[in-house]
């Protein structure tokens, strides 16, 4: 029985998820190295394996180092933290590493503290202007390059972008012109070095332009996280429809006041993270409310009824005077989540639909 | 050595914050009952036991459990989630377990199921408007009072408030302001009932109410729990200095960039929360820099330097011009955080300024 807030996950949709884009990483015969910052699981990442999935991405060192029990080709996608030097040594001495490198001095870093071999991608600045590499500064590329030439422990793997702008998108085409563009910078850097280090890859791989792109012949490899889940956020972008998402949270309602139309549930700002969406009917919102099945599985949206606020523990659900006697205390709401990574990382615990607890 | 986002404490600091809100409410002879729910660690607990507390709010039975191994009068600052009812029977029957309850329904369960004794506060909207009863409804409070006095298991302790709409606040006075309006809706009730219940007490207590009232006299208990370490939303608010800020978040630089006069930082969204301010001179910020010191501590503010954006894992600072040439990768940055609660549930371990793990 479930009394406080619980992440309920939908294997089903959660496989389905999986497997169609595995599917379409497939069909234009690419790698697929999923990233596993989104559900942080051994478990889940074992359906991956069971396609014949073999090299995954992670977000930081501690993640990788979690993961390496069963992986062994990993990808931190995120600027090399060189005060880490000694998990990065260790994790070199056993699987194949590959570090994101944008500045001489990390590389540089690496080149006099690696004692085991990793392999490196230059992370390029497609348009996102998080981190990365402006891909026409040649003289930094060219500087990095130089300095990998001449160090035996450090293998040129290829350039990394994130076209994480796609997130400002509100619908298909536009996420598409992001995802050519990036492809395109991707690709020139391809011309212009592919003579003198004709190994190199060029991976790409936002969830929006995994989702929405139809094949990826120019490119090399996709690094898609969030679609293993989706969210509210994916759906209002148009990457995902509200059946695709395969995660709710199950809250339990402890107050609830008619005459604000609203219902207090137990499940606040370290359940769902402060992530927020705003959404072109309700402002800003913090989920949206499904129906609940007889199981633990859930179906359409309610109309009007949303997550409108959260503390530490409280949410506040917005409820339509006609909806409102529906609910008592006791009873639990099935909320989608607007941004799953953060609400995954929060709750670090799963419980599937099938009955079982990740 | 630092090398991952490290969340500091300055233990001179926060001691000072708890003994100065000690003798405060010492001062106006009420009960000083803080809120755990920002540390949520027992050892920080045990700075207030130095100073003769014996009795403290938490806002989940999860919390309240935690800290039952070393405190035995707990109230939980949270509508009763009777789904729990396992749990607080367990409670019930070890401490001195107060519980909120704001509908008949919800006493009218536990006079049903509880099997050891309770005391409940009615929970009063003081005008904050998340959860409470509208004091005016006199009915729905003798209602609630009526199933208690049928049943030997549920004593009524009191009313208790949180005037939460303090946050709304960027001045002393408005926070006066609201602090008298909510003394006032307690003390009309306490006129109304005292003739037949006696002994019950009248509880109020947001951090910024209790930082800026001078003194208590017409109320019995204080619950503010921010203030032990205070943060950017309070010192906004006008509750405390910078300098009584007792947390600071170290976070290593993984790149800078500064033709963008940014700073990439390990520390994200799952180490800081996704909470934000609305900064009078900077729009959205995530955090604050301030000047790091030779040991683990901190001074100022550096000017212009602050947490513009915030992923799962990355952070990005915006630096002045003139600033950005004093940093490279490797580096920590010390950035204080727009809620310490928050910030505090993440990261569950604290590195005090005295060298301890907590």
Redesign the interface.
């Known amino acids: 029985?479930?009394?406080?807030p619980t992440l309920i996950l939908d294997e089903k949709k959660c496989k389905k998820n999986i497997h169609d884009m595995f599917l379409k990483a497939q069909e234009s015969n690419i790698d697929f190295r999923p990233h596993f910052?989104t559900h942080q699981s051994l478990e889940i990442g074992g359906w991956f394996k069971e396609l014949g999935v073999n090299k995954i991405t992670v977000?930081?060192l501690?993640m990788a180092t979690y993961f390496s029990k069963e992986w062994d080709d990993i990808t931190v996608a995120?600027?090399?933290?060189?005060?880490?030097i000694?998990?990065i040594n260790e994790l070199a001495s056993r699987i194949n590493l590959n570090l994101l490198i944008?500045?001489q001095?990390?590389i540089q870093?690496l080149h006099e503290c690696l004692t085991s071999k990793v392999n490196f991608f230059i992370k390029i600045d497609v348009g996102y202007?998080?981190?990365g590499i402006?891909p026409l500064n040649s003289d930094l590329i060219g500087g990095i390059l130089q300095i990998s030439n001449n160090c035996d422990k450090i293998d040129f793997k290829g350039f990394l972008g994130h076209a994480?702008h796609t997130y400002q998108c509100r619908n298909k085409n536009d996420i598409i012109t992001i995802h050519e563009e990036s492809v395109q910078i991707m690709t020139q850097l391809k011309s212009k070095y592919i003579a003198k280090h004709p190994d190199f890859i060029i991976s790409l791989g936002d969830t929006p332009s995994c989702s929405v792109a139809k094949s990826f012949e120019d490119i090399d490899e996709i690094r898609p996280g969030n679609f293993v889940f989706y969210d509210l956020t994916q759906n209002l972008i148009g990457s995902n429809t509200i059946e695709q998402i395969a995660v709710a949270m199950a809250c339990?309602i402890?107050?609830?006041?008619e005459?604000?139309e609203e219902i207090?549930i137990?499940g606040g700002?370290?359940h769902f993270?402060?992530?927020?969406l705003d959404d072109p009917k309700y402002g800003t919102i913090y989920g949206k409310i499904v129906k609940q099945n007889e199981d633990t599985t859930w179906g359409d949206l309610i109309p009007d009824m949303y997550v409108k606020?959260l503390?530490?523990?409280?949410g506040?659900i917005s409820v339509p005077k006609q909806l409102i006697k529906n609910y008592?205390?006791?009873d639990l709401l099935f909320i989608l989540p607007v941004h799953s990574?953060?609400t995954a990382?929060?709750i670090k615990q799963y419980l599937t639909t099938e009955g079982n607890k990740i």
Chains 1, 2 share one sequence.
Not at 1 to 4: E, G, N
Not at 78 to 84: A, D, K
Not at 273 to 276: A, E, G, L, M, T
């Open positions: 029985m479930l009394t406080k910052k977000s930081s501690d995120f600027p090399t933290n060189i005060l880490e000694d998990t944008e500045s001095e990390s870093f202007h998080r981190t402006n994480g339990p402890v107050a609830i006041h005459g604000r207090v137990y700002g370290v993270s402060k992530d927020r606020s503390s530490q523990e409280h506040i008592k205390v006791g990574c953060m990382d929060l």
